[in-house]
């Protein structure tokens, strides 16, 4: 079943940070044939140097969004998640 939330700005957002979560990158590469191993290191230099600061962005443009579009029912939409 489809997710209603991807429809919204807010749910394409959250979409996108779920894919570029380290977790699912690391399955995505094992799923390719990539060393467990290195693809474990990988992911932690990963998280460390950019995810950290992606999330920050990506939830920054989320809280925002919410602060605009007060009437949009989108803070609603992000305590159901």
């Known amino acids: 079943m489809k ?3 991807n ?3 807010v749910g394409k957002l959250l979409t996108i940070q779920h894919r570029l979560n380290p977790l699912h990158l690391h399955c995505r590469f094992l799923d390719r044939g ?3 191993k290195l693809s474990a290191s ?3 230099l990963y ?5 950290f600061w992606l999330n920050c962005v990506i939830k920054s443009f989320i809280y925002f969004y919410c ?3 007060r009437k949009s029912g989108i803070l609603e939409e992000l305590r159901k998640k």
């Open 47 to 51: 998280e460390i140097i950019i995810f």
């Open 3 to 5: 997710d209603m939330r």
């Open 42 to 44: 990988i992911c932690r």
């Open 7 to 9: 429809g919204t700005l």
């Open 34 to 36: 990539l060393n467990r």
């Open 67 to 69: 602060f605009v579009n």
